[in-house]
């Protein structure tokens, strides 16, 4: 049986996730900006050392949307399939490790998934939900591990184009 390195040790498999998820950062932030949305995509950098995750990690942010009321973002890529919350295929999903939402000094105000395969759009506002998460360990098989996180129920979701009516509607600018 082949050895497994732990996550926070596997130097290559980190790069390669973080890598993924910028990319997926920044195409989420030429949709908002196509849709005259104005946001700033954080910058890729990686760890010197290991022990350097905390400081990154802390203070975070993927995506800050928005110029009159700029809000914190988090993407999270899957290679699950879907278009909308309908078709979402789980009741529930993952908002986020309890550890990492313990962790940062920015919350994210909005989480945007995004399906691999078909590139759709969803988003949670974490302020009109957070009451309603639940907490359960969870298996990451590419990662190797086990990890508690929350869980929303997928009937909170939205769709990019409610998103981006939230957006503008927050911005005072209708459309």
């Known amino acids: 049986m082949k050895a497994t390195i732990p996550w926070m ?50 203070t975070d942010v993927d995506l800050i949307i928005g110029r009159e009321h700029p809000i914190p973002a988090e993407v999270k890529s899957r290679s699950l399939e879907f278009t909308s919350p309908g078709d979402f295929p789980y009741s529930t999903f993952i908002v986020g490790t309890v550890g990492s939402w313990a962790d940062t000094e920015i919350q994210p105000e909005i989480v945007i998934y995004v399906s691999q395969p078909t ?3 969803l988003a949670l506002n974490v302020a009109r939900t957070r009451d309603t998460w639940t907490m359960a360990p969870t298996e990451d098989k ?13 009937g909170h979701l939205r769709t990019f184009d409610q998103l981006v009516e939230w957006l503008r509607t927050r911005e005072g600018d209708g459309g």
């Open 142 to 154: 590419k990662r190797n591990i086990t990890t508690q996180c929350y869980f929303c129920e997928k």
């Open 119 to 121: 590139q759709a759009i």
């Open 9 to 58: 040790e596997n130097d290559e498999l980190f790069a390669s996730e973080l890598t993924k998820g910028h990319s997926w950062q920044l195409y989420v932030a030429m949709r908002l900006l196509k849709e005259g949305i104005v946001v700033q995509a954080s910058r890729l950098q990686f760890r010197n050392a290991r022990d350097d995750i905390e400081g990154f990690t802390r």
